[in-house]
Structure formats: C-alpha cells, structure tokens
C-alpha cells in the first residue's frame, strides 16, 4: 500500500470509519494519526461535492478532522453494497460509527451481525443516549448533552443562567473515549482472540467529564454551582485584571496563597481574619478578589506573569486563539502542525497532544477527497477490475 502512514505505532490495524460530523471522526482520528489504515466509506448520494453533515468537505473543522485518512464510496442501502462491505469486515479490525442506534440494525451493520462475518471485529458506537433505554431514538447533539450533563450549571456567572463551554466538550470527550475503548478491547483480543461491542453516548462521557462536581453530590450531596471565573473550591484561583488584560492566577493551599500575596506585596492579607484560612477565603471571596484586582491593575499582564510563577505561583496570560498559536511554548511543542495538500502548497491543522519517543505521529496525509481511493481500496481487499467496474457501472460505488 503506497498510502503514507502517521506512525508506526498501530499500522498493523484497519479501520472502517462510517461516522458523521464530530464526536464519531474525532475517535477515528486517533487511529488515523498513529498509523492505522483508516478507510472513510462516504456516503454514495450522487453528490459531487461530497458534502455530509458537519460542514463543507474542504472547510476547516472537515479538515481537521479527517487528514490521514484514505476514502471510498459505497451505498449500504443496497444489498449489493452491503455485500461488499462484508468483505471489507471479514479482513477489518475496527468499525466505528456514530449513527442513531436504530439505524445499524436497519442497514444490517449491527454488532451481531458484524461479529457473524469476523469474530475478532471491535466494533466503536456512539450515540447521544446510549444503545439502549427511554432515549436511545433520540438524536443526539453536543449542546444537549451539555445541558442533561450538568456542565452548562456549573458553567458561566452566579445569576446569569446556564452557559455552554465554547468547545463541543461532550463530542470530543465522547470520541476520545470511544477510542480508548477501542484500544482497550483490541489489547483484551490479544488474550481471548475475539472482538466485541465497544458502547459510549455523548450523555455518558459529558457527565464523566464533570468529575470533582459530580463527586461533589455523588459523595457531598452539595449541589454545585456556577461560580464563573472562580474556582469552585481553590480560592483564591481565578481571572485579574491588569493593567494591559487580564490573567489567571491560581493558588491551591495555604503555602501558595502566602507565596502569591507576598509577590503581590500584601503580605498583610495573609494574616487578616477574613483571609487567614481557607474557609474564610471562600467565604470572603468576593472581598479577596476585589483586593488582588487593585494590586494586580497597576502592572502588566506579563510582568505579573513572569513574577508569580518566578515565586512558584501558577499564572499564565489568557490569550485569543491567535496569541495561543504564537506563544514560543506551544511552538515548541508544535502543536500547529503542516499537512502537504494536492496542490504542492500545505495548511496548518493541530496536532496531537501526546507524543510517543519510538514512533511519533505526523501529518502525513491531507483528508481526502469524496470517494479519492475507492478503487485501490477495494483492490487491496481482493476485489478484481472486473468486480470493480461492475459496482461503477451499478452505482454501488
């Protein structure tokens, strides 16, 4: 196969990527950026342009989404095409698919029958509920899933109303997980020699990713709030405004909320009643901040930056996304990273956010176009020119 891989680090597996949008590509894209022979099977709906839900195929999001992947067309509502797509199963290691639970059995693409055609397949499903129970026909949308999964009331300002992250948090954390699920279940087939069902929703993974707030009531039965910029239990921790924007400061324990007013130059503040211990910081909060803010407005951002974590306080400057890119840290790590395109010329996606020391990742190929290897692909899994000619002509492909 002359497609170039990520990484070496799982090209021994194939995977059949069949989602949509976000939350399903964004598990896919962690077997596509470590070297696994990612195959897209685009829709066959006669649309040139190839577009599906989740925006324009040459947009941005679509973009990064989708690199170092190899694509083909196949229409599985026909017999003819789920006929060769039991083929690609019977040679695959992974499916992944983010359709509404219903709609596998349906096409005939459920577990049970996966499983019929190759025992060792894994097979990833996300939903926006679960596979089962009183949602499970639901559709399934980020925002939603931030709203039942009590993010949006523990996020934005005491009084102004829910608020949603400005990330699509319950789709990445949903796909992240599907793909360490994934992982895990190929790591137990090493052992039993057999695949299985890996199942994970949007609702699921967005109620994980409340973490200590869900403890909080899980363990507490204190019912978290919002607490805008504040942190809820860490306080002082929290955005100061400076004389040039604003920063973060961040003080965890007695002995960095000494250090921090110390730098600030309050040593004063540390022995104040209203301060002194931690349940009255948090009671006087409001008060506290209000102090911080007066010493913090008579300097710059970067010389409160520079001057705190000097001290061992945690700081750090709050950047538009364009800052972010040009700080000289994320450079370093190389976190925008290029990807060559057809034309000779190369764009800038992001990178992933761990690195491996034996076999590193890189952006080895751009998303490909509508249906761009249908042929090789299905040469690779056996089928003659004749087969292939003949699923053209038919439409199948």
Not at 64 to 86: I, Y
Not at 302 to 322: F, K, M, Q, R, T
Request: glycine residues 10%; negative net charge; contains cysteine.
């Amino acid at each position: 196969m002359s497609f170039p891989r990520a990484s070496q680090a799982l090209a021994r597996f194939t995977v059949l990527d069949l989602t949509r949008v976000r939350s399903g590509p964004t598990a896919v894209r962690q077997f596509a950026d470590w070297g696994a022979n990612v195959i897209k099977i685009d829709a066959l709906t006669g649309d040139s342009g190839g577009e599906q839900p989740g925006g324009p195929r040459h947009g941005s999001d679509f973009q990064n989404l989708h690199r170092n992947k190899r694509a083909m067309t196949l229409d599985l509502k026909r017999a003819e095409g789920l006929a060769v797509f039991a083929r690609l199963v019977a040679q695959a290691d992974v499916v992944i698919e983010n359709f509404r639970p219903d709609v596998k059995a349906r096409l005939g693409i459920d577990y049970a029958s996966l499983r019929a055609i190759n025992p060792r397949i894994v097979l990833g499903s996300i939903s926006g509920f679960g596979q089962d129970g009183p949602y499970q026909k639901r559709p399934g949308f980020d925002q939603i899933a931030q709203g039942m999964g009590g993010l949006m009331s523990v996020t934005g300002a005491p009084g102004e109303g829910p608020m949603r992250a400005g990330i699509p948090i319950a789709d990445l954390s949903a796909g992240l997980f599907c793909a360490l699920g994934v992982m895990t279940a190929l790591l137990e087939r090493d052992v039993s020699g057999e695949g299985q069902w890996v199942q994970t929703s949007l609702l699921q993974a967005q109620i994980f990713m409340l973490d200590f707030q869900a403890a909080r009531w899980l363990v507490d039965h204190e019912v978290p709030e919002q607490a805008g910029n504040n942190h809820p239990t860490s306080i002082p921790t929290g955005v100061f405004k400076t004389s040039d924007g604003y920063i973060n400061i961040a003080t965890t324990g007695g002995k960095i909320w000494e250090r921090c007013a110390e730098t600030l130059g309050a040593r004063e503040l540390i022995s104040h009643p209203d301060y002194a211990t931690a349940p009255a910081r948090s009671k006087n909060r409001d008060a506290l901040n209000a102090e911080i803010n007066a010493l913090t407005e008579k300097q710059t951002s970067a010389h409160w930056v520079e001057v705190l974590n000097a001290a061992g306080v945690p700081s750090g400057p709050i950047y538009s996304i364009d800052q972010t890119f040009d700080d000289a840290q994320v450079r370093h790590l190389g976190m925008a990273q290029d990807v060559p395109s057809r034309d000779g010329s190369s764009i800038r996606l992001v990178g992933q956010p761990l690195s491996l020391s034996r076999t590193p990742t890189r952006m080895a190929a751009p998303p490909p176009a509508f249906g761009e290897h249908t042929e090789e692909i299905l040469a690779e899994f056996g089928f003659s020119r004749q087969e292939i000619e003949a699923l053209r002509r038919d439409k199948v492909v």
